[in-house]
């Protein structure tokens, strides 16, 4: 299974806040079945086996009142995100591969995860991991007085993913607040 975006969307709000039910309704909506051929589906697996892709999140991140932002590749220090504005929701990592025995040419994956600032900690939610696990301070938290502070950890870490292929996306309140 392919459900990725839908792990990384509940993860991101920290409930459940969306079934797969409700993005294959989404990606069924983004495209009328009549311009695309039956053995091709813009937004999702045809297999309703998940899948989705970019204009699903925005579309599910838009109904809970928050906005996407694409960070530009070129921008290598991540100036784009204001990591200590209350109006961001998390950061979200879309990388190659992920969509296991599937990942053919012909059905080219990508696996989402999200980033989030948790009780002083950028941790990551990734669906893969077995546990969500800290960004940044590490072994250094006497180093640092607060992981508040290591967004270089962070950034880091969002570097080397960008360097693999990956694309960083982050989403903020719409009202900004």
């Known amino acids: 299974m392919q459900f990725c975006l839908l792990h990384c969307l509940n993860n991101l709000f920290q409930s459940q806040r969306f079934s797969a039910s409700d993005l ?50 070129r921008d290598v220090d991540f100036q784009g995100i204001n990591y200590h504005s209350d109006a961001l929701l998390g950061i979200i990592v879309n990388i190659p591969g992920g969509a296991g025995f599937l990942n053919t040419p012909l059905f080219k994956g990508r696996h989402w995860f999200p980033i ?16 969500p696990e800290q960004i940044g ?38 009202d900004g607040t």
């Open 116 to 131: 989030k600032y948790i009780n002083g900690s950028w941790i990551n939610l990734d669906s893969k991991l077995a546990q």
């Open 137 to 174: 301070c590490g072994d250094r938290s006497s180093e640092v007085a607060s992981c508040e502070l290591d967004v270089d950890g962070l950034k880091r870490f969002l570097k080397e993913e960008v360097e693999n292929g990956g694309v960083i996306l982050y989403a903020t309140r719409k």
């Open 24 to 73: 294959n309704t989404i990606a069924d909506t983004l495209s009328s079945p009549h311009r695309h051929p039956l053995l091709f589906h813009p937004h999702r697996s045809i297999f309703r086996t998940g899948n989705y892709d970019v204009n699903v999140l925005e579309v599910c991140l838009s109904r809970q009142g928050y906005q996407l932002h694409w960070l530009d590749q």
